[in-house]
């Protein structure tokens, strides 16, 4: 994990919830803690690790995920024991 990907991960679980983390960014981080990505249709994402899944649409048009997808993402880095 390096610097940018530390950086996105204090960011989602910093306090209120951010709704200005780029979605690239959050991916990027679920992929360096060892996620699998597998596409979906349309805009699904799935992310899986360790029998852990996060099911999920990607932002779109917008660029920055949204608050409930931090909230998602949290609870599954979480699970995987990977926090700040």
């Not at 709704?19 to 690239?24: E, G, S």
């Amino acid at each position: 994990m390096n610097s940018r990907h530390r950086r996105t991960l204090i960011a989602i679980f910093r306090d209120p919830v951010s709704a200005t983390i780029p979605w690239v960014d959050v991916e990027a981080l679920l992929i360096a803690v060892g996620c699998r990505v597998v596409e979906g249709r349309g805009s699904r994402v799935r992310f899986e690790k360790d029998d852990v899944v996060l099911t999920i649409h990607r932002p779109d048009p917008a660029k920055e995920a949204r608050r409930y997808h931090i909230r998602d993402v949290r609870v599954l880095l979480t699970r995987l024991g990977v926090e700040p």
